[in-house]
């Protein structure tokens, strides 16, 4: 909060509203707002809830207008003293400035946990990231190391298969070479058994000739 915002800011935890009519005003130099002032006050003995000082006089608490009629500036400080008049402003930019300090405090305090809290999360950031980085080197070995087994494998296949189609245009050649043999050999029976048929047809031919 800077020094000229119009607005002070409760000083009851966790309600930090803005203040603009009534307030509770205590000697520790705290302010809050009617409700949480209305809540804390009218126990006996009053503690401040911000700083948990005892209030036990009754001029350690006080209920404030914080926006006065035109009337009652006027009738605020008429008929003091200039010193009176002086003292009691002093005391109140006094009690002002602590507030702005306060305030300060309080949101160097929010930046500090939020800076912290951001130099984690990126620390956090980093270290996932370097993770997920070696996670990724170290698949891309596994990738590299499965292509060259890849490319082993497509060798041998190659060779393998130069192999098979040696070894098929082996086995044709054979079966040619067997076929042509198998009807060589038939060949050769079907004269033999052509022949014997002759002679054996030559021989009943002569012999009832003879006879």
């Not at 800077?2 to 130099?29: E, H, I, Q, Y």
């Not at 006027?74 to 305030?103: H, K, N």
Request: a positive charge; hydrophobic letters at 30%; glycine letters at 4%.
């Amino acid at each position: 909060m800077a020094v000229c915002d119009d607005l002070l800011l409760c000083n009851f935890p966790k309600c930090r509203g803005k203040l603009s009519s009534r307030a509770w005003v205590t000697a520790c130099s705290h302010i809050f707002c009617e409700q949480h002032g209305s809540g804390e006050f009218t126990r006996s003995p009053a503690v401040c809830p911000a700083c948990n000082s005892t209030l036990s006089s009754k001029m350690d608490i006080a209920r404030t207008e914080l926006n006065p009629s035109e009337e009652n500036k006027a009738m605020m400080l008429a008929g003091l003293r200039p010193e009176i008049v002086l003292d009691i402003c002093s005391r109140a930019l006094a009690f002002w400035t602590y507030q702005v300090y306060q305030e300060r405090l309080y949101q160097e305090y929010n930046y500090s946990q939020a800076e912290g809290h951001l130099k984690q999360m990126e620390k956090l950031y980093t270290q996932q990231v370097q993770s997920k980085e070696s996670e990724l080197l170290a698949m891309k070995g596994e990738v590299n190391s499965l292509k060259k087994i890849l490319e082993e494998y497509k060798r041998k296949y190659s060779d393998l298969s130069e192999k098979l189609m040696e070894r098929n245009r082996q086995y044709t050649k054979l079966q040619g070479m067997y076929d042509g043999l198998r009807l060589r050999n038939i060949a050769v029976t079907n004269r033999e058994a052509s022949t014997s048929r002759e002679r054996s047809h030559h021989d009943r031919s002569g012999h009832f000739g003879f006879m």
